[in-house]
Nanobody
Framework: VQLQASGGGSVQAGDSLTLSCAASARTLSNAIIGWFRQTPGKEREFVAAISFAGGRTTYADSAKDRFVISRDNAKDTAYLLMNSLKPEDTAVYYC????????????????WGQGTQVTVSS
């Protein structure tokens, strides 16, 4: 399974951006999808995750009330809508997939996309 994250870019504080995560095979429908982010010198951190049917989501405190994770299994694609972006949201964003239960720790995710850069200017 290969994951392709896209949609990053440079935006101003307060703007919105939607990231996409496309899978190479029809496996997303059975997988938990997570979004993570990483800045230089820091560990990759959890942002949001969604269950395989989309009925359950969980967010990091930094993403609650601003970000929305969703998925379209028919398109093998997951999304992360990021609203009210802040400079501290600047990072490389990664999508990941795992089979099994919802997890918020990187070590439980087997499949990873290559990352997409999000830069938020003040």
């Amino acid at each position: 399974v290969q994951l392709q994250a896209s949609g990053g870019g440079s935006v101003q504080a307060g703007d919105s951006l939607t990231l996409s995560c496309a899978a190479s095979a029809r496996t997303l429908s059975n997988a938990i999808i997570g979004w993570f982010r990483q800045t230089p010198g820091k560990e990759r951190e959890f942002v949001a995750a969604i269950s395989f049917a989309g009925g359950r989501t969980t967010y990091a405190d930094s993403a609650k009330d601003r970000f929305v994770i969703s998925r379209d299994n028919a398109k093998d694609t997951a999304y992360l809508l990021m609203n009210s972006l802040k400079p501290e949201d600047t990072a490389v964003y990664y999508c990941a997939a795992r089979l099994g239960s919802m997890q918020i720790t990187t070590k439980y995710y087997r499949y990873w996309g290559q990352g997409t850069q999000v830069t938020v200017s003040s």
